[in-house]
């Protein structure tokens, strides 16, 4: 049996405490990484800085679905600036062209998105490449060894952000620590009452939408709860 055929069994589940057995190098503290909402304005670049200005965020991604590129185009330069400003990641999600012609900092790809490999070779080796593998084990292995710079696992929680029929356990993510440096996203329906055990399972990141721009007391409030849970974990 070959390494392709242990990782093809999706049925063997995972024993929640499988990272307990082995001796865990420090880590970096887990972060945050705020996706856009589904549909934005010229004005959103106003809650982004707000945002971003409320507490450590690690990336952004420009996440749009059903929207011509050439409109999510004309409405990225001012929300690339709001991120470089403050030294965040711009990631584009599903399209490695549009991340091409952005000069983003990264892409994210669903597995229907394109190759890793392929976004290396056109955004180059300091493009940040992060990978959608839902709850597959199998899915993280083939992105890993494609060149992935992160692998992302959900959803977690119940969302209304996107449709979703996966469901992992927390577990994935402490595995997933345990057998590689590569890091890994929760995503999912995660807010700051319900993202304690991702954080403790292992996430090195923390994929939040409507969350934060959903939140009664505004995009700020929100951050700041997900940064005190954050430097508390």
Not at 8 to 28: G, I, M, N, T, V
Not at 110 to 127: H, M, S, T, W, Y
């Amino acid at each position: 049996m070959n390494d392709q055929d242990d990782f093809d069994d999706e049925d063997l589940a995972l024993d929640p405490h499988f990272a307990d057995r082995f001796e865990q190098e420090e880590k970096p503290a887990c972060q945050l990484y705020l996706i856009s909402p589904p549909k934005i304005d010229e004005g959103f670049a106003d809650r982004l800085a707000e945002a971003l200005d409320a507490g450590p965020v690690a990336a952004f991604q420009l996440r749009l679905k059903g929207i011509d590129e050439h409109a999510i185009a004309a409405l990225a330069p001012p929300l690339q600036k709001v991120c470089a400003d403050r030294e965040v990641a711009f990631i584009v999600n599903d399209s490695i062209g549009l991340a091409k012609r952005l000069k983003a900092d990264g892409v994210h790809l669903g597995q229907d998105d394109g190759d890793p490999r392929d976004a290396r070779e056109q955004l180059g080796r300091d493009a940040q490449i992060g990978v959608t593998c839902h709850d597959s084990r199998h899915l993280a292995m083939e992105a890993g060894e494609a060149g992935a710079d992160y692998v992302a696992f959900g959803a977690f929680y119940p969302t209304d952000t996107k449709e979703t029929e996966h469901r992992p356990d927390p577990s994935i993510l402490g595995w997933w620590s345990t057998v590689t440096g590569i890091p890994c996203v929760a995503i999912g329906g995660i807010t700051p009452d319900n993202a304690k055990p991702l954080i403790d399972a292992g996430a090195d990141f923390l994929a939040v939408s409507g969350a934060v721009w959903n939140d009664p007391e505004g995009p700020a409030a929100a951050v700041r709860k997900f940064a005190a849970l954050l430097s508390a974990s």
